[in-house]
């Protein structure tokens, strides 16, 4: 048996070391007998981007801050992991209800026009448009987004964003079409979900309406916080998020990041009391501008990542290496769409590492597994061992050997 490089591809070793007979004569086989002229095509990287910005009376330096901080965001999305990124942002806000106890006296109000509703995308004269959200593809993608992240202060001091995105990617929102009111066409099959959660305040979360827990007009108590338990887990929010699929039934992969409640040195939750001129107000440990703690926030972070590089503080001064950060999340997934591959056993990966070193990967080395194509879905690659991408990644190759 003869192995060809299909040039300029090159030769993966040791592929049939043990085997006499030529693998395009088996049963069933996929080999080509000849080479190709042309290469697995690797398809651009999808994500969906969903800011979910807390739109209470607190947050206006916080807003401004993130739009301040776009330019290195977006560029860095543009340009990272190797791979071309295809990627579009749209915003929901963190308003859904609000159970208040005002001077004795309960008061309940909803926000159906927000409440896991993408937010309009507003002109340059600061109007609405019809857009609900902004494709990579914008020439006008910087100013409109910044624009957008901008929700004002005049929504709910009860903030629920893990409500506003389950409301948001669920029936009815999901399925209806942006024309009558809903999301429709915002997610795409095949692409990532990426969420950022951007609040000073803990999250009070309920699938229940009215929700369980009233917030007083004392800011010297955390009602959220001390009834916890009456509130939907975070547990059962990450188990209903982690199991969303598209249309064609492929599981889509999720990223969680939240800019948040949390000490500006650890990261860690922790209640504390603020005793100033104007009031007492609960706060984080270590963040002076939070009022509340983020015993949830950090919850749901750390399961979508133990190590919390997809947490940080709102309290910083500046926004963009928590942006940048972010950014490197959604740019490097660990699996990739492939066509025009005839054979897993052909597949061989260069990743082209920071300074130029190549580092080649494959699945019969056992660094690479590969998911083959179901009805209208692409293959996949997962990267796995010592070849998993990482964000400073000059590029990614798919090439194919063939036998003949």
Request: glycine letters at 8%; charged letters at 25%; aromatic letters at 6%.
């Amino acid at each position: 048996m003869k192995l060809k490089p299909c040039a300029p591809l090159l030769l993966l070793p040791a592929l049939w070391v043990a085997s006499c007979a030529s693998p395009v004569d088996e049963a069933g086989s996929t080999l080509p007998g000849k080479c190709q002229s042309e290469s697995p095509v690797v398809a651009p990287q999808k994500t969906d981007i969903l800011f979910v910005i807390d739109n209470s009376a607190s947050m206006a330096e916080e807003q401004a801050g993130i739009a301040t901080e776009l330019p290195a965001f977006i560029k860095a999305l543009q340009e990272g992991g190797g791979v071309t990124q295809d990627f579009r942002v749209g915003v929901i806000t963190t308003s859904v209800y609000r159970r208040i106890l005002f001077q004795g006296v309960e008061q309940y109000r909803e926000y159906p026009a927000e409440s896991g509703h993408l937010q309009a995308v507003p002109e340059a004269d600061g109007q609405p448009s019809d857009a609900r959200y902004i494709e990579s593809t914008d020439e006008h993608l910087l100013e409109r987004f910044r624009r957008l992240v901008q929700q004002g202060t005049a929504g709910s001091g009860q903030e629920s964003p893990f409500e506003a995105v389950r409301l948001a990617v669920s029936e009815p929102l999901a399925n209806t079409s942006i024309g009558e009111g809903g999301n429709g066409g915002f997610l795409r099959d095949g692409a990532r979900l990426l969420v950022v959660v951007v609040t000073d305040e803990e999250d009070c979360s309920s699938k229940l309406r009215p929700p369980p827990v009233t917030v007083p007009d004392d800011t010297s108590v955390d009602k959220c916080s001390e009834n916890a338990a009456l509130l939907t887990t975070v547990d059962e929010y990450f188990e209903f998020f982690s199991s969303l699929r598209d249309s064609k039934g492929g599981r889509r992969e999720v990223l969680w990041a939240t800019v948040g409640p949390v000490a500006l040195s650890d990261k860690r939750a922790e209640l504390v009391l603020d005793v100033t001129p104007q009031g007492t107000y609960v706060r984080n440990v270590d963040c002076p501008t939070s009022y509340g703690p983020g015993h949830r926030h950090r919850a749901m972070s750390e399961k979508f990542d133990t190590k919390f590089d997809n947490l940080d503080s709102i309290c910083r001064a500046s926004y963009r290496d928590t942006l940048l950060g972010i950014a490197e999340l959604a740019a490097v997934a660990q699996s990739l769409d492939v066509v025009n591959l005839p054979d897993p056993r052909l597949a061989q990966v260069e990743l082209t590492r920071a300074g130029g070193t190549v580092e080649r990967c494959s699945v019969a080395a056992g660094d690479l597994t590969y998911e083959p194509s179901g009805e209208e879905r692409p293959a996949r690659i997962y990267f796995g061992g010592s070849c998993l991408r990482r964000a400073d990644d000059e590029k990614v190759e798919v090439k194919v050997i063939c036998a003949g």
